[in-house]
Structures are given as structure tokens and as C-alpha cells.
């Protein structure tokens, strides 16, 4: 059973950075970060799988990095030049099976889900 563990919101204000990680117990390919603001649905954020694909939504590119420590098992998003607009629950999700061409930011190809990690940015 796959199990994944969010940490690292929190409070910044605008410009500041944070890095969130994901520990992820279990077998996964895919792996990626999603976020949902009060109101509205959730969005895809970043997405890498097993042989370093990455993808970002047009929001966050150049701002955000996702990683993925083998050793540690671990799935990162590191967060910078933070804007109000990034204010969200932040959610770590995984996919066991190989994605190949729908490789991306679709939660519904993502079966594991985590808790969520607040992070509020502010102005």
C-alpha cells in the first residue's frame, strides 16, 4: 500500500520560498504536486516520474522545481519567488503504473493521494 506524507507549508510573504516534501512509502512511478485554493478546483502544479519526465503547469515555471531523492524515497517542490495567487493546500499524489503518453498534470491518473500542506503567501 502506497502512503505519502506531506511537510514544509507554511507562511511566507511574497517573493519568499519554501520546499515542500513528500515521503513516499511504496512502490510509485509517477509522482507529483497538486494544489487546491478555497473555491476553487484543484490544479495540477508539477509531475515527475521515473525517468525524470517533468512537466509544470504555465503558473509556476521558473519559479518551482520538483524532485525526487531516490535514496530517501522523498518527493520535493521547491518554492520560489512565492506570489499570493500560489496560496493553496498543496498536495502530494502518486501513480503506481507507467503513464507513458498521459504522463502529466491529470489528477485523475494519480491514485495515491496525501493529507495536504497549507501554504499562504502574503501580500
Known amino acids: 500500500q502506497v502512503q505519502l506524507v506531506e511537510s514544509g507549508g507554511g507562511s511566507v510573504q511574497t517573493g519568499g520560498s519554501l520546499r515542500l516534501s513528500c515521503g513516499v512509502s511504496?512502490?510509485?512511478?509517477?509522482r507529483g504536486w497538486f494544489r487546491q485554493a478555497p473555491g476553487k478546483a484543484r490544479e495540477g502544479v508539477a509531475a515527475i516520474d521515473n525517468v525524470e519526465r517533468i512537466t509544470y503547469a504555465d503558473s509556476v515555471k521558473g519559479r518551482f522545481a520538483i524532485s525526487h531523492d531516490n535514496l530517501k524515497n522523498t518527493l520535493y517542490l521547491q518554492m520560489n519567488s512565492l506570489k499570493p495567487e500560489d496560496t493553496a493546500m498543496y498536495y502530494c499524489a502518486a501513480a503506481a503504473g507507467w503513464l507513458g503518453p498521459t504522463f502529466g498534470l491529470n489528477a485523475v491518473r494519480y491514485e495515491y493521494w496525501g493529507q495536504g500542506t497549507q501554504v499562504t503567501v502574503s501580500s
Open positions: 511504496g512502490y510509485t512511478i509517477t
